[in-house]
């Protein structure tokens, strides 16, 4: 259980690199990313997104590679 901000707050603790912000392709609030260089980007998304006013502050999901559209 995490969320696309603890998970790239990890990866640049660990890492060093990037974190990224965007609006979430479910709502409103800001999705976080991590990036190395720039060029590639991971991120944590929901196995089961959920449409809502807020998301929830914890949730089972999956390190995706890229940041295509309907992701997160």
Avoid at 9 to 30: C, E
Avoid at 50 to 69: A, N, R, W
């Amino acid at each position: 259980m995490s969320n696309c901000l603890i998970f790239a707050l990890g990866r640049w603790y660990k890492f060093g690199g990037y974190i990224v912000a965007r609006k979430s392709h479910y709502g409103w609030w800001p999705h976080f990313l991590w990036s190395a260089d720039l060029i590639t980007f991971e991120h944590y998304v929901p196995d089961t997104p959920k449409k809502g006013f807020f998301p929830p502050p914890l949730f089972k999901g999956t390190i995706v590679k890229g940041d295509k559209d309907g992701a997160a």
